[in-house]
């Protein structure tokens, strides 16, 4: 069974700084681009970032531009997002989705294989 699983969530104060992990299980991840998107509550589904396979060319929001970083360790079958400065806004549960091969803009349904899901808060 194909899954991906996200970690590293939890509370973290303003400026502060989490990694987010994206974990897959029943494939290997070295073919597949892994999009991270987040939803706050009242709010729809965005695009945060997205890492292709290949060269590994990077994508990102402009809301996190020079904050946050996504890298992929295949050898581990692993995606991360690191997240630095966060703020109050960057509040949501974050997801990591894959596709095959290159990113796809960060339109959801461009996206095969979800994770459940990790809950970043940033509060003070």
């Known amino acids: 069974q194909l899954q991906l699983v996200e970690s590293g969530g939890g509370l973290v104060q303003p400026g502060g700084s989490l990694r987010l992990s994206c974990t897959a299980s029943g494939f290997t991840l070295d073919y597949y681009a892994i999009g991270w998107f987040r939803q706050a509550p009242g709010k729809e589904r965005e695009g945060v970032s997205c890492?292709?396979?290949?060269?590994?060319?990077?994508y990102y929001a402009d809301s996190v531009k020079g904050r946050f970083t996504v890298s992929r360790d295949n050898a581990k079958n692993t995606v991360y997002l690191q997240m630095n400065n966060l703020k109050p806004e960057d509040t949501a549960v974050y997801y990591c989705?894959?596709?095959?091969?290159?990113?796809?803009?960060?339109?959801?349904?461009?996206?095969?294989?979800w994770g459940q899901g990790t809950q970043v808060t940033v509060s003070s």
């Open positions: 989705a894959g596709r095959y091969y290159y990113c796809s803009g960060f339109s959801s349904y461009e996206y095969d294989y």
């Open positions: 890492i292709s396979s290949g060269d590994s060319s990077t």
